[in-house]
Every structure is written in C-alpha cells, then in structure tokens.
C-alpha cells in the first residue's frame, strides 16, 4: 500500500509520474520542448535524417541501458521543430548523423559527441556522459568559417572571437547582430561605413559578430 506523509512524498510522487510519462526515446517534438529545456534536463540527441539507419538501432539500444542517467532523444534536421533545435546546437543537414549533449542550464551548454560516428556504443556514450560531467570534454560552440576580409566592418566569428576582440594590443568594437532582426538591418550599412572611415587606425577594429550562426564562451 501507498502511505502518504506530506509534502516529501508529493514531491516524490509528482517527479515519478512526471518521469514516467517521458519515453525512453524521444522523438523530438513540441511536446518535449518543456521536459527539456522547462526543466533543464540534460539531453543526449543523436540527428540523422535516416531512420532506417543501424544507427538508430544503437542509439535506441544504449537508450534502454542509460535510462535515467540522461534524456535520450532522436531528431531530424530538415523540417518543422526539429530543424530548429538542429539549428540552435549547430548541425545542419551536412552534419548528420551526428550526437550532441545539450546542457540546459543556465548557460545553455552543448558538447559533440568527439569520436567517429561508427565508435558509437552503449560504452562510448555511457563515456561520453561521464566525461561531460568530470570536465574532460568542452563545451562545443557555434562558428562560421573564418572568412576573407574584405571592406566594411571586420567579420568576426566564434573561432577567431578569441584572436580579434581579445586582443590586447588593439581597441575592438564590436556588433552583435542577429540577420533577419529590423533595427541590425538599419545599423549594417552604418556601421560598414563607420569600419570603413577608421580603416586606416591600426590599433582599432570596428567588428561585427553574427550571434545566430557563431558562439564565444
């Protein structure tokens, strides 16, 4: 029989029934937008857009052995919800089928998974998880190609973040701009031609950094 004892045991109770109701697989959708980022759980997603793939064999398999250490979850990339969680932890179509770690926290952490998609096991993911834990795998951020500069403002991106505006020898300006926001769009030409006014100011850098597709830490 069920004893009930106050609020410890209602607690107990509601994250029973609220972990009970979460498969243990996720076919990602709308409905697990809040068990996940609601509730900060920490999900690993394998992306493919292959469902017939042995892949999803493996990972549904490591699934059952895992359960209750981390949410496992399976994604596309090319349409609907799906496509935008690919883009938000930075996998596009070319990326597949790959694992990433989404942490989110509150600072929103992602790891990709750092060995070769055919070493993907039960063992190497349970390793993968404790390794995120331990600090032994980084976090994995966005970033472009570096790209040829050209005229107007310096384009920065998540793997020259750190050489460009870090740089202490140099004053680094910087905008952080999202393409498809109203009042970016108004600045950009500005802005190129204030980058273009200074260009001949060694020591300062007018830049620009297009958070959608890039991350610093």
């Known amino acids: 029989p069920l004893h009930y004892s106050g609020a410890a045991d209602a607690a107990a ?32 997603i394998f992306f493919s857009n292959d469902k ?9 398999e490591a699934a059952k052995s895992l359960k209750g250490e981390i949410l496992f979850v399976q994604s596309g990339t090319k349409d609907g919800i799906q496509a935008r969680l690919a883009e938000f932890v930075g996998v596009d179509d070319s990326a597949t089928p790959c694992v990433r770690v989404l942490a989110p926290g509150e600072e929103m952490k992602k790891y990709a998974f750092p060995s070769a998609i055919e070493s993907m096991s039960t063992e190497s993911l349970k390793t993968f998880i404790a390794d995120i834990r331990s600090g032994a795998v980084k976090p994995h951020l966005k970033s472009e190609p570096i790209p040829e500069q050209t005229t107007g403002a310096y384009v920065v991106v998540g793997n020259s973040f750190e050489d460009v ?39 300062l850098v007018i830049a620009k950094f297009d958070a959608t597709t890039n991350e610093v830490a």
């Open 52 to 60: 017939d793939s042995a892949y999803h064999t493996v990972f549904a």
């Open 13 to 44: 109770i509601k994250t029973f029934a609220e972990e009970s109701s979460v498969p243990t697989l996720i076919d990602f959708s709308e409905d697990y937008i809040e068990p996940i980022f609601g509730k900060g759980k920490d999900a690993i």
């Open 165 to 203: 505006v870090m740089d202490s020898t140099k004053d680094v300006l910087v905008k952080y701009y999202a393409p498809w926001c109203g009042h970016c769009k108004k600045l950009a030409p500005v802005w190129d031609e204030l980058a273009d006014s200074y260009a001949g100011v060694e020591d």
